[in-house]
């Protein structure tokens, strides 16, 4: 065998080895987030061209019940008469947002699922989405197992902490972790943000060293 | 208007309106791998982008020499996906060859179809800062190409300075932000460039901007 087959038979095999499942959760939370994205984008188009025929029913907040409104066919004061096909089109849109919905929703279960069965400490102290946001910009579940609980503190902020560096500004407190309940609702933020990174970094080392 | 010939082995020019492209002959005709541009002319060009690669920008900012060509046999040290390797794939030619490196798993898998396609590419998901791991994959080689963007990059430059020929060439490409995001690229390019000295000779050595920022690109040889 040259060198050069060698070589390609060697990195295929490599490759299929440097596979871990800790990639699919960087990748499941991908597929949630681009769903998120979707969702989102779906309902604000749904709300205007709905708002016509309903305007305030439109301007519900709560998406499920916005969704459920427009099966309801309820024209407003201040809504213009739509004709059968133009509620028929709007319905069938609707329709296929909530299977959208709910297949975010399995994603999510699957997502859970992987993370009991690969850091479920993590997944205790960060939760679902944190604890996979965490993973995906460490890298891998090694890499976040490695860094310190300060860097884990500031993942997800690399652009104030740059500016930081470069220019002395003020440091960021937190990253992705400030979406965690007891940060939101503390008093003083920066502190609460340190100890919860302080957890997650232990969660996270007996997750990856008990493998 | 038709195909020049560069000063630089293997590297053409065209004019396309006013804008003046960079290509290589392709050692693939027909075939694309980065949705790269085809230029036909007798034969087949592929545009080489000097805002995707630090050697093509060098050569579109003048730079001395690359030591670059028909024949030799090179090492990739960070060929990522492979783009600016297929053009070093397509200057060196049949004859030649390219031992493409990278560690990240996830673009050496893109590495892999380039090199499936091209006869004289090899890959290697390797770290190149242990080259005892590789030395049995590989030759000794007329030129090594650096560009790995990482904090230790003249340390792990010279680990590998045991596969290059004597008088061999380095393209080593050095980015100021990872070797210290605080400091100012001038007075690193200056350490780098001591560093270097003290076991090559550096023949030339190019600022890319504005095509990369903060980058320079050196042109060394084995002494
Ligand atoms: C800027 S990219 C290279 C782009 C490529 N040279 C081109 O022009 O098409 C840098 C690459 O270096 C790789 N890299 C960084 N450190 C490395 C190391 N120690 N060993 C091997 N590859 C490394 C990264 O994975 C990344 O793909």
């Known amino acids: ?31 949630v987030d681009e769903l ?12 205007e061209r709905y708002g016509y025929f309903a305007p305030s029913l439109s301007r519900e907040e709560d998406v499920q019940k916005f969704i459920e409104s427009i099966f309801k066919e309820k024209q407003d004061d201040l809504g213009v008469v739509f004709r059968k096909e133009d509620l028929e089109s709007i319905q069938e849109l609707a329709h296929e947002l909530n299977n959208v919905r709910a297949l975010q929703k399995k994603q999510e279960i699957y997502l859970e699922n992987l993370m009991k069965e690969l850091c479920p400490k993590l997944l205790e102290t960060a939760g679902t989405h944190i604890g996979a946001r965490l993973i995906d910009l460490a890298g ?6 490695e860094i310190p609980s300060s860097t884990i503190q500031v993942l997800g902020a690399e652009r104030a902490l740059f500016r930081h560096l470069k ?21 003083e933020k920066g502190k609460a943000a340190r100890r919860i990174a302080g957890k997650i970094s232990i969660a996270v080392k007996q997750d990856y060293f008990s493998q | ?4 010939a560069t000063k630089y082995s293997g590297i053409f020019e065209v004019w396309k309106g006013s804008k003046k492209l960079l290509l290589t002959k392709n050692l693939t005709p027909g075939r694309s791998f980065f949705r790269e541009y085809l230029f036909q002319d007798n034969e087949e060009y592929r545009e080489w982008d000097p805002k995707r690669s630090k050697i093509a920008a060098a050569v579109v900012k003048k730079i001395n020499i690359l030591g670059l060509r028909e024949g030799d046999k090179v090492l990739y040290l960070g060929a990522a996906h492979g783009y600016t390797a297929s053009f070093v794939s397509d200057i060196v030619k049949e004859k030649g060859f390219v031992y493409c490196l990278d560690f990240a798993p996830r673009v050496v898998r893109d590495l892999y179809f380039v090199c499936e396609e091209r006869k004289n590419m090899a890959p290697l998901l390797a770290d190149a800062s242990k080259p005892e791991l590789y030395k049995s994959r590989i030759e000794m080689v007329d030129i090594i190409v650096q560009d790995i963007a990482q904090k230790l990059q003249v340390e792990i430059l010279f680990k590998n300075l045991q596969f290059l020929k004597p008088r061999g060439y380095i393209l080593l490409s050095v980015k100021a932000r990872s070797i210290d995001v605080t400091r100012k690229p001038a007075q690193l390019f200056k350490e780098v460039e001591e560093k270097l000295l003290t076991k090559l000779k550096v023949l030339d050595k190019k600022d890319l901007s504005p095509l990369e920022k903060d980058h320079m690109l050196f042109v060394c040889q084995g002494k």
């Open chain 1, 167 to 187: 220019t002395g500004a003020k440091a960021p407190k937190f990253g992705v972790i400030f979406a965690h309940s007891s940060i939101s609702g503390a008093e």
């Open chain 2, 1 to 4: 208007m038709s195909v020049q």
């Open chain 1, 36 to 47: 998120s994205s979707i969702i989102n984008k779906l309902v604000a188009n749904m709300r």
């Open chain 1, 140 to 145: 891998s579940l090694k890499h976040l197992a």
């Open chain 1, 1 to 31: 065998m040259d060198l050069r087959e060698k070589n390609l038979e060697l990195t295929k095999q490599s490759l299929k080895d440097s596979f871990t499942r800790d990639i699919l959760v960087i990748q499941t939370i991908h597929s």
